[in-house]
């Protein structure tokens, strides 16, 4: 637009009376300020506007919202630039450029800070943070208060029975009860998985326990259908008291998942809770951890370990581009026992970086006998927080490129996104030397959390793998199309290529296609296996 010395729209092209919803003859001859700004900011821009014709400043900038006649808001960044003619006369030439929906990415990508994508509810990082400010106010004025944190008992069974969408099903239906059956107060969230916990501020211990009896209760009358069978739901939950159990995020926490394992043990149909106690001592717990430890040894130390391997398709045509290796203990009896059994176990006692020094010997070994076997394959290999900044690591991984004469290529490490941002500066050391060797890295399970956003740019990343809380519900939910669609172009301005999980149906496949994600990688595509899969069972265009 070019503006007269009052103000008033002289010109405006083509592209502008689109935006505007009006012909020109409508915006020509109108004052700026009424033609096209909101009436709240007019007055404010109209003062700055008149500055810069008079000379006391050569160029504004700001963001003002359009308001078009058909209802529509148009969210534009405006820059005005004084421009001085011949005959001393001024004139503003305006540019205004359309960030709506750049706006309304950045508004989705921060709502995903505060709150899980599955339930809609907040997500653990909001609630740590909340109860850390809770826990100051309540020392600073006496009050105290109590946390529930419970589980679902037998989730596993209806993952496995139903499929994740049934398991995803009630997880939703779950966070909407909290959401209903909760004071306006408190404060409900998803710690991960089928965890979930709720602060209750402002309440004394009877007031608590009859929280949690009502919340046992409620949860309990949630009936599923698993096939031919119904299945009525119960939870385990644990209860603490601030400040007599814990003064602070962490103890308190820690507490009551003792005290939610100690409910377990408990025998009450459709659910049991149990409140804390000083001579709780997570005897259970310790013994579990004890015994995964010595199991843990013991694979180590008899190659109990072994890899499956899942397929990464590359999107637009259907090629198998790499294969994901996925980690699998072989029990005594012969049975696969998947990673989620072992793994925080190991994290906690020190082993996990044993295990995936391991990994990469295996995925070395067998990288080699397909060399050998004229077959071309890159590898997806997954890094714990830990092993980042182990100094041995970069010089094992290059003995065993050398001992099995590898193209550093084939390898490319996963980390998550959390221990990237927790780790950040051995992070960037040990991913910028394997990148000198040619190997290559992703960044796993972006969208849980928030935070590395701001890092990706620090981080010498080559692909980033949505996690797949965002795409199981592609297909219903048009808030995480919005959030897939807006990661991926932002991945894409920063030349990474992107990953999509948990491609379960044609319809979500279709869906990131539409959106050019680069890669999926889910059942409909190819379960995880002890051999390479030759190629995709799904089509290789939806």
């Not at 009630?170 to 408190?186: F, K, N, V, W, Y």
């Not at 981080?459 to 199309?481: A, G, H």
């Not at 919005?482 to 319809?507: C, D, P, W, Y």
Request: charged share 25%; proline share 3%; with cysteine.
């Amino acid at each position: 637009m070019l503006l007269d010395e009052s103000g008033i729209i002289l010109y405006v092209n083509d592209h502008g009376c689109r935006l505007a919803g009006m012909s020109e003859g409508e915006l020509v001859q109108h004052a700026f300020t009424d033609a096209m700004i909101e009436e709240g900011s007019s007055k404010r821009i109209g003062d700055s506007l008149m500055k810069l014709l008079r000379g006391q400043q050569t160029h504004f900038n700001h963001e003002s919202v359009l308001e078009r006649e058909d209802g529509d808001s148009l969210v534009i960044d405006w820059h005005h630039t004084r421009l001085k003619g011949s005959d001393d006369e001024s004139a503003v030439l305006c540019i205004g450029v359309d960030v709506t929906l750049r706006r309304k990415a950045e508004k989705n990508l921060a709502w995903l800070a505060d709150h899980d994508p599955l339930t809609k509810i907040y997500n653990r990082r909001r609630l740590e943070a909340d109860l850390e400010k809770i826990l100051h106010r309540a020392g600073r004025y006496g009050h105290g208060g109590a946390v529930l944190y419970f589980d679902i008992d037998e989730f596993k069974l209806i993952n496995d029975t139903g499929g994740h969408s049934a398991g995803d099903d009630l997880l939703c239906t779950i966070a909407g009860r909290l959401r209903q059956s909760q004071r306006a107060t408190d404060l409900p969230a998803r710690m991960g998985g089928d965890e979930f916990a709720i602060i209750l501020d402002e309440t004394d211990e009877e007031g608590a326990k009859q929280a949690a009896e009502r919340l046992v209760q409620n949860l309990s009358s949630i009936t599923i259908r698993l096939g031919d069978l119904s299945h009525h739901v119960s939870i385990s939950l644990g209860m603490v008291l601030y400040p007599q159990h814990g003064q602070t995020v962490e103890e308190l926490l820690t507490h009551a998942d003792m005290a939610m394992y100690h409910a377990k043990r408990l025998k009450h149909p459709g659910g049991r809770w149990h409140c804390f106690e000083k001579n709780d001592t997570g005897q259970e717990m310790m013994r579990r951890k004890v015994n995964w430890r010595a199991r843990i040894e013991h694979a180590l130390a008899n190659q109990k370990f072994t890899l499956f391997y899942q397929p990464v398709v590359v999107t637009g045509n259907g090629t198998i581009h790499h294969y994901e290796a996925l980690l699998r203990m072989t029990g005594d009896d012969g049975e696969m026992i998947l990673p989620g059994e072992f793994i925080d176990v190991a994290e906690t006692c020190g082993l996990i970086s044993q295990i995936d020094f391991r990994v990469v010997q295996l995925a070395c070994h067998e990288l080699g006998r397909w060399r050998r076997q004229n077959r071309s394959v890159t590898l997806g290999i997954n890094l714990s927080a830990q092993t980042l900044d182990v100094p041995g690591f970069v010089p094992f991984v290059t003995t065993q490129i050398e001992r099995y004469q590898l193209n550093p290529a084939q390898l490319n490490f996963e980390i998550t996104e959390r221990s990237a941002v927790a780790n950040m500066e051995p992070a960037q050391r040990m991913m910028r030397e394997m990148q000198k060797l040619g190997c290559t890295f992703a960044l796993d399970d972006f969208g849980i959390g928030f935070s590395s956003w701001l890092y990706l740019k620090q981080l010498p990343l080559n692909y980033l793998k949505l996690d797949s809380s965002l795409t199981r519900l592609l297909v219903d939910q048009q808030e995480d199309r919005a959030f897939v669609k807006a990661i991926n172009e932002m991945s894409h301005a920063l030349g990474l290529r992107t990953i999509a999980e948990a491609v379960e149906n044609a319809a979500t496949l279709e869906i990131l296609q539409s959106f050019d994600v680069d890669m999926v990688q889910g059942y409909y595509l190819g379960k995880p296996a002890p051999h390479l899969i030759n190629e995709v069972t799904a089509p290789r265009s939806a």
